[in-house]
């Protein structure tokens, strides 16, 4: 079955640690995103890319860290320099950016600082 | 920057009752998605709105978009108790540079169907 798959599923930190957080798409899809959800709040835009080996700052990119080696896979860390990484965290794909932006999410990544 | 917004953020409602959400968005755009999320779980991908005067419809769910007031409208129809869940609007900027591919979201809205 197509899809996408986000580990792990809970994830703990602690202080000063750089974490990453896996994202795997079947899908052929060329564009992948990252977004942050906090509770009672929309989700935040913290990096996409459009194709390989290209990637763009959403809004709050500051502490995060993406690569896009290959089409299928596009891993965030979480640095030490994010201040507040306790959240629930998205991933998803969409065909291409170019045309329909409907976006395809994965079951997502409680993180929890302790 | 494209900013969108939902009201109400919290509805409670009593089953059979109808309601609309609706979803305000600042910059002209054609694209519009809803999506649903329950508790602790992912989104999912309800209706993709393409163009003005836009209309589809799942059960009791009806999604509209009107382009020139910026506005989309999710309608609940005799409302279930299945239809508790956090409803979420999305619009892109479609193929206009930087922005290219990237979804705006709402706060989302908290729908509570009680007996």
């Known amino acids: 079955d197509g899809g996408i798959t986000q580990s792990p599923k809970y994830l703990f930190r602690k202080e000063g640690q750089n974490v990453t957080l896996s994202c795997e798409q079947n899908?052929?899809?060329?564009?992948m995103y990252w977004y942050r959800q906090d509770p009672g709040q929309g989700l935040r835009l913290i990096y996409y890319?459009?194709?390989?080996?290209?990637?763009q700052k959403g809004d709050i990119a500051e502490g995060y860290s993406v690569s896009r080696e290959k089409k299928e896979s596009f891993p965030l860390t979480v640095t030490s320099a994010q201040k507040n990484p306790t959240a629930f965290y998205l991933c998803?794909?969409?065909?291409?950016?170019?045309?329909?932006?409907?976006?395809?999410f994965g079951q997502g990544t409680r993180l929890t600082v302790v | 920057e494209l900013k969108v917004e939902q009201n109400p953020l919290f509805l409670s409602m009593q089953e059979g009752k109808n309601y609309t959400i609706y979803c305000n968005y600042s910059?002209?755009?054609?694209?519009l998605y809803w999506y649903r999320q329950d508790p602790g779980k992912s989104l999912e991908s309800l209706f993709v709105?393409?163009?003005?005067?836009a209309v589809k419809q799942e059960g009791r769910l009806m999604a509209s978009l009107d382009t020139k007031a910026r506005l989309s409208t999710l309608h609940i129809t005799a409302a279930v108790h299945d239809l508790s869940a956090t409803y979420f609007c999305?619009?892109?900027?479609?193929?206009?540079?930087?922005?290219?591919?990237?979804?705006?979201f709402g706060r989302g809205t908290q729908l509570t169907v009680w007996p």
């Open positions: 999305a619009v892109d900027m479609g193929n206009r540079g930087s922005t290219l591919g990237r979804l705006y």
């Open positions: 998803a794909s969409s065909i291409t950016a170019a045309l329909i932006t409907e976006a395809f």
């Open positions: 709105l393409l163009s003005n005067g």
């Open positions: 899908l052929n899809h060329d564009a």
């Open positions: 890319s459009q194709i390989v080996n290209d990637f």
């Open positions: 910059t002209t755009s054609d694209r």
